[in-house]
């Protein structure tokens, strides 16, 4: 009896996921449709986006949505992938305890504060290196960088620490040094959640609103080197919500956030179908 | 109080008043143990569970430097010099003594790369002398005719049994003078324990074998010398055969016999 509530506790749950992310689909693409039949392809292809001509081309706010999330993966990564390691198998207990809460720490930091951060005290360091405002596409990138790398170190901590110390002593056991050890045993063990978290740190890194919108720079251009000021999707639907005054920009704006929507699934799709499955196979 | 032969043979390792503390530990784990250690023999260790039997293991190749803390006290002498002597190269240390643990340890690489591991490990790359060392690895180990058609799969795809097999091909392809087992076939059905027992009595031809159990009908199979240890000390250590039915010491007697245990 109990069981059976249970079950159904749990299938109405799982149903009810599904029913919303149908919910969302099916507003933003009822919302777009206006968008859509006036620009087609153009609205993805051009970045011309200016509202008093009712001209909408969201090729800046995509490439900078896409631009700056590969950059903040560049730089992340192997931060990351560092930190865990140091984290798992290099620090001494008491400061693997000390490091490990801080990282977590880290990861909880809302990340309207990351952005404030950025701003008032990373942009300004930018702008005495590079010249320029500052502001931009390697300022955004760097602060999600900075955003998800506590994230992705600590995931990717947990992973590696699940291999079992029975495995690293056969490694050690036939003459490995500690960094045999890593490379050989702990990295290849732990792939797979470290690829999981690498792909939830991409999730998070290109929805991400609140930490990019203060240092992105918030224009409609595409950026021709990464020290220019630009936008990206969430960044536009933050600033010019309240700003659509037809409703030709009301579904552009609709319609960007059906493209986000998309991208972000494909792109997770992509990455759990392809590397996941290449991981668990085994190559 | 404790009865140790003295080993005619050539010898391979000699451990002295060896004693052991883990670390944050108030007593030692294991008491001032003597015990000379057969060149080219199997030597088992039986005893109690805790009675020291892993950690006396594990100090034979340092595993026990892995986690700081640990001390230890005495000699264990190995080629002429004292392994404990913490200038001692415990790589080169770990390729000349190797080790097969409690539970199969496939590595997740391929069958062909897990035994080719500790080779590469030593800088070799030379593709033929891999090929022809691994091949002669798995063969020693027993386990070619099983893997030679699936080289390039999956270590973790071979069942408990193969893959034990495997451990074993990968460390003698270091070609080692020593060999640690302990407890290799507690994880293990009958027919698999049986071929691994096989093979430890045909490796003894090139390499001094110990042995950690904790079935004494393991140890009367296949090992020459039989180490009884109890709360950390060294009770009795004889010919197998002679400590099995004439034990010197009483509590010998009574762990064979099922009195304890
Ligand atoms: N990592 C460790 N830290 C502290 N004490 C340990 C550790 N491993 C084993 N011991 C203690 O050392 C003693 C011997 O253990 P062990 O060598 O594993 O026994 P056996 O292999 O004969 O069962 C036991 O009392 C055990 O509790
Ligand atoms: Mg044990």
């Known amino acids: 009896m109990i069981d059976k509530i249970f079950l159904n506790m749990t299938r109405t749950s799982a149903l009810l ?30 970045d011309e986006w200016a509202p008093n001509l009712e001209k909408f081309g969201a090729y800046a706010a995509i490439f900078g949505s896409v631009a700056s999330t590969f950059l903040a993966m560049l730089l992340a990564i192997p931060v990351a992938i560092g930190v865990a390691i140091f984290l798992s198998e290099i620090a001494h207990d008491k400061i693997k305890g000390f490091f ?33 405002m500052g502001i931009g596409l390697l300022a955004a990138g760097i602060v999600l960088a900075i955003m998800i790398l506590p994230f992705m170190a600590a995931v990717t901590r947990d992973a590696m620490n699940t291999t079992p110390d029975i495995l690293k002593e056969s490694a050690y056991a036939l003459g490995g040094t500690q960094w045999d050890v890593i490379k050989d ?47 990206s ?43 996941l499955r290449k991981v668990r196979k085994g190559q | 109080m404790a009865s140790i032969i ?94 097969i643990f409690q539970k199969p340890t496939a590595f997740p690489m391929s069958i062909f790369d897990n035994v080719a591991y500790g080779m590469r490990l030593q800088g070799i790359k030379n593709k033929t002398e891999l090929e022809g060392r691994v ?6 180990a027993a386990i070619w005719k099983e893997v030679k058609d699936r080289l390039k799969h999956d270590a973790n795809g071979l069942s408990g049994g193969q893959q034990q097999r495997l451990c074993i091909a990968r460390a003698i392809a270091v070609e080692p003078e020593v060999l640690l087992f302990d407890e290799p076939t507690s994880a293990l059905d009958p027919i698999s324990t049986q071929g691994i027992e096989k093979l430890v009595i045909e490796l003894k031809e090139r390499v001094s074998i110990i ?19 109890y709360l950390g000390d060294l009770i009795e250590l004889g010919h197998t055969e002679e400590l099995f039915v004439t034990p010197k010491e009483k509590l010998t007697q009574e762990y064979i016999t099922g009195k304890f245990g």
Not at chain 1, 17 to 38: G, K, Y
Not at chain 1, 240 to 265: K, N, R
Not at chain 2, 135 to 140: C, G, R, T, W
Request: proline share 4%.
């Open chain 1, 17 to 46: 996921i599904l029913f919303i992310v149908a919910w969302i689909f099916v507003v933003l693409f009822n919302h777009s449709i206006e968008a859509m039949q006036t620009f087609g392809f153009d609205f993805i292809t051009k």
């Open chain 1, 100 to 132: 490990g809460v801080s990282v977590e720490l880290l990861a909880a930091i809302p990340s309207v504060i990351y952005g404030m951060w950025g701003l008032f005290f990373f942009v300004p360091i930018l702008r005495d290196i590079f010249g320029g």
């Open chain 2, 135 to 140: 091949e002669k690895a798995l063969q020693d």
């Open chain 1, 233 to 275: 999707i969430p960044v536009t639907l933050a600033n010019e919500f309240t700003e659509a005054d037809s409703s030709l920009y009301f579904s552009s704006l609709f319609g960007l956030a059906l493209t986000l929507l998309v991208m972000s699934f494909v792109v997770i799709a992509i990455a759990k179908f392809y590397f």
């Open chain 2, 211 to 229: 042995i950690v159990t904790h079935n004494m009908q393991q140890a009367a199979r296949v090992s020459d010398y039989t180490g009884f240890m």
């Open chain 2, 6 to 99: 003295d080993i005619k043979d050539e010898c391979s390792l000699h451990v002295r008043n060896f004693s052991f503390t883990y670390k944050g530990a108030t007593t030692p784990s294991l008491k001032k143990v003597t015990m000379p250690i057969a060149k080219h023999s199997v030597t088992a260790l039986i005893g109690p569970s805790g009675c020291g039997k892993t950690t006396l293991l594990r100090s034979f190749n340092r595993m026990h430097d892995l986690y700081p803390g640990n001390k230890y006290e005495g000699e264990i002498e190995f080629e002429g010099r004292n392994i404990l002597d913490p200038k001692e190269d415990l790589i080169h240390l770990r390729t000349k003594i190797g080790m």
């Open chain 1, 185 to 231: 045993i702990i990295i290849p063990y732990a792939k797979a959640g470290i690829i999981g978290s690498l792909i939830l740190a991409l999730g998070r890194a290109i929805g991400e609103t609140m930490a990019v919108t203060f240092v992105m720079g918030n224009v409609h251009h595409t950026p021709k080197t990464i020290l220019d000021p630009t936008t």
